[in-house]
């Protein structure tokens, strides 16, 4: 805290505020087209976007919109804009301020842990929800292993997620290859000593070693050998493969949402692989057992976490609710998928490109291409 009584406050302490629906202020300095591309959603939020420019003479035109009975945090892009406003607003008499360190680009790299469930024998998986984004990965644990799946870029909080729960991570499975965020799949394997597995239909174009993920592959985790077991489920990739965990757990990769089903023209293909999804989802998944928790890559909306922050339903719900899997035809279908489409990621091609190894941007490109919501489900707007 500096002499105004001006403090930061960290994506972790705000992560922890929307979640438990705790009523927060957010002043966002953005510019407009950045503040309607993205920007921090919740229960119990309460948003104003003023562009920094316009705030650069002071912040009287706005100080009676600015509430005095709650909590105000100001953002922007990086850090510095916000703090500049946030001293102008205590000087301007009010106490409860704060700036967002680190800015969005801090927001977009929070990963928030959820515990799911119990395994057998005492392993555990976890949920990581990248609040800013809309990603999720996993972590299944058993006997002091671990595996990964669908790793983000922000590597290091796995390993220290993995390492406070003394287990050794023995592999990192990509369900497909991404578009929308940086996978950190094959740079966690590296530095874990771990098998790397990747769709190999997906991985026609990657320059780098990797472990097929196929069905039929053996992959356990743990001297109980908790069961990962693959499942061709193309459609949002050509190579998209869904993982039944231990029997209980389906981790649908980018193929079902919560509230959506996943969108098949992110590679271009999107009237080839039309039939694909339709058949994953309507013939595939119908034979699986129906009470399996569903565990998506990705959610579209903050109205798709649960009370405990977590992403999941079962699958006979989803059958029920999910508009994506009560399409009446299959003219229907396709036309939704291919024809209503929300805009695409932001940079999603230059993404692909470094998922498959033919580029390398340096920590701060990264951080800029993924920067937006994942807009990956066909019905996220």
């Known amino acids: ?29 953005r510019n407009e087209s950045d503040f309607q591309d993205w920007k921090i ?27 005095d009975d709650r909590e105000v945090l100001v953002v922007c892009a990086k850090e510095g804009s916000s703090q500049f406003v946030a001293e102008q607003l205590i000087e301007q008499g009010k106490r409860q301020v704060a700036y967002l360190l680190g800015g969005m680009k801090a927001w977009s790299e929070h990963l928030e842990p959820v515990k799911i469930g119990d395994l057998k024998d005492g392993g555990s998986i976890y949920q990581f929800v990248r609040l800013g984004k809309g990603c999720l990965s996993y972590m299944v644990f058993s006997g002091g292993e671990a595996a990964v799946i669908d790793t983000l870029r922000m590597t290091e909080q796995f390993e220290r997620f993995a390492a406070a729960h003394h287990a050794v991570i023995k592999h990192t499975l990509d369900t497909h290859l991404h578009a929308d965020h940086i996978s950190g799949g094959r740079k966690l394997a590296e530095d874990a000593g771990a098998k790397y597995w990747l769709p190999p239909k997906d991985a026609d174009e990657v320059v780098f070693d990797y472990n097929p993920l196929m069905e039929g592959a053996d992959i356990t985790v743990g001297q ?7 499942l061709y489920s193309p459609g949002h990739t050509i190579g998209s493969t869904s993982l039944i965990v ?13 509230a959506s089903i996943g969108r098949p023209d992110l590679a271009g293909k999107a009237e080839d692989w039309v039939s694909d999804l339709r058949e994953t989802l309507y013939e595939r998944y119908k034979q699986l057992p129906e009470d399996l928790i569903v565990l998506p890559a990705h959610f579209g909306s903050m109205s798709e976490l649960s009370k405990d922050g977590s992403v999941s339903a079962r699958l006979a719900d989803l059958y029920r609710d999910n508009p994506g899997l009560n399409m009446a035809s299959a003219a229907e279908f396709r036309s939704t998928v291919t024809e209503k489409l929300p805009p ?19 920590s701060d490109e990264q951080r800029e291409m993924e920067i937006g919501p994942n807009r990956c489900a066909v019905h996220d707007r």
Not at 41 to 67: M, R, T, W
Not at 246 to 258: A, E, M, N
Request: no cysteine; net charge negative.
């Open 224 to 230: 109980t050998r908790i069961a990962i077991q693959p």
């Open 246 to 258: 231990d029997g209980t757990y389906l981790l649908s990769g980018d193929i079902l949402f919560v």
């Open 344 to 362: 695409q990621p932001n940079a999603y091609q230059k993404i692909r490109q470094t998922n498959m190894g033919k580029i390398m941007p340096d």
């Open 1 to 29: 805290m500096n002499q105004t009584g001006l403090k930061g406050m960290a994506a972790g302490e705000l992560a922890a505020k929307v979640l438990s629906e705790e009523p927060i202020f957010i002043l966002d300095v």
């Open 41 to 67: 959603e919740g229960k119990q939020v309460q948003i104003l976007n003023k562009p920094y420019f316009e705030l650069l003479d002071g912040v009287e035109e706005i100080i009676g919109q600015i509430p």
